[in-house]
């Protein structure tokens, strides 16, 4: 921040520091906003997500999974043996081809071999002739080529190892010593393709014997079948619960339509007991009163006939004479005794 010194002494903020700050203060607003934004994004209702896991589908899915890596490692495993075969035909025919060559080149050193004999006029039946084949066969087996000799030809040798060589000779050596690195080249390819002929026909044999594929396959039937058995246990397990919940809330309401009939029931008797009491109040009659006392019976009342009721109903200082009211209700309205028999009680009393 940059302050300027005026001449009076004062200070003051320079314009750009002010406007530094607006901006420092705009970002922090910015960086605010950005960070409500982060903890708004943070804020996820859990109602928007599917935090229980149906059990069934978690099962089918977990043996799904399992049963798919196993044929998947399966079929990495046979991918592999095949790829491990299919390197070896490879190096087969690369081995094939070095041997095709190498012939080639022997096959010309041959032909050299018969130009120079040509040159020279040599019969293939000559002593000279055959002395350079015992040689040339004895200088294969010093580098190392496998040469097998008679008892007669080792003593040959030795006698021509003292004698010396005709020019013929010295420059048909010299063309198979050239024609021993081709010939061993050959030798190597065709090791390295009985080799690699004996490991393709093992590998394929060893795979004959069990497929790992087919093997997967079961694994994988095996599981998901398990699974399906454990996963109809659990829906007979997940029906049964269902019914004896559907069981125990038909029992809770058939017991709660029952208590409310009760209820009612009682309600009823009870209304109609406090009617039958109070028309006996009104008519005094011998059958209203037994009418009454019947239905102070069918209630499980004490034995207290009508006329006890009555009269202890008479001590109550909050009661009045009802007979008294409705003789005075006769007296002032003119209304006869029959049309206050059919006075209605309500029943909500």
Do not use: C
């Amino acid at each position: 921040m940059s302050i300027t010194i005026q001449a009076n002494g004062q200070g003051r903020v320079n314009q750009n520091a002010a406007r530094s700050n607006g901006l420092e203060n705009e970002e922090v607003k910015k960086q605010g906003r950005g960070q409500k934004k982060k903890e708004s994004a943070k804020n996820i209702f859990a109602g928007d997500l599917n935090l229980v896991e149906d059990p069934i589908a978690k099962k089918r899915k977990e043996a799904q999974q399992k049963a798919l890596k196993i044929v998947q490692e399966a079929w990495g495993r046979d991918r592999d043996v095949e790829n491990s075969i299919q390197e070896r035909r490879d190096s087969y025919n690369k081995m094939e081809k070095l041997r095709e060559e190498a012939q080639s080149v022997v096959k010309d050193l041959e032909g050299n071999k018969a130009a120079l004999r040509e040159e020279y006029s040599i019969d293939m039946d000559s002593k000279e002739q055959k002395d350079l084949e015992l040689l040339e066969r004895d200088q294969n087996r010093r580098s190392g080529l496998e040469e097998n000799f008679t008892e007669e030809e080792e003593k040959r040798l030795g006698e021509l190892m003292t004698e010396p060589r005709t020019e013929y000779q010295e420059r048909a050596l010299e063309i198979n010593k050239q024609e021993i690195k081709f010939k061993k080249d050959i030798q190597s390819a065709e090791n390295g393709m009985r080799t690699e002929l004996a490991n393709i026909r093992s590998i394929e044999l060893e795979k004959l014997k069990s497929d790992p594929m087919v093997d997967a396959q079961k694994s994988a039937e095996k599981i998901l079948e398990a699974a399906s058995k454990e996963i109809a246990g659990m829906l007979k397990d997940e029906a049964v619960d269902h019914i004896d919940e559907e069981l125990e809330k038909k029992e809770e309401e058939a017991k709660e339509e029952a208590e409310k009939k009760e209820e009612k029931e009682e309600r009823q008797e009870e209304i109609e007991v406090k009617r039958a009491i109070q028309e006996a109040l009104i008519a005094k009659t011998k059958e209203s009163v037994e009418e009454a006392e019947a239905a102070q019976k069918k209630r499980d009342m004490p034995d207290v006939s009508i006329e006890e009721t009555i009269e202890l109903s008479k001590p109550n200082a909050q009661t009045q004479d009802v007979q008294k009211k409705l003789n005075d209700l006769k007296s002032s309205m003119n209304v006869l005794e029959a049309d206050l028999k059919g006075i209605q009680i309500d029943e909500g009393v």
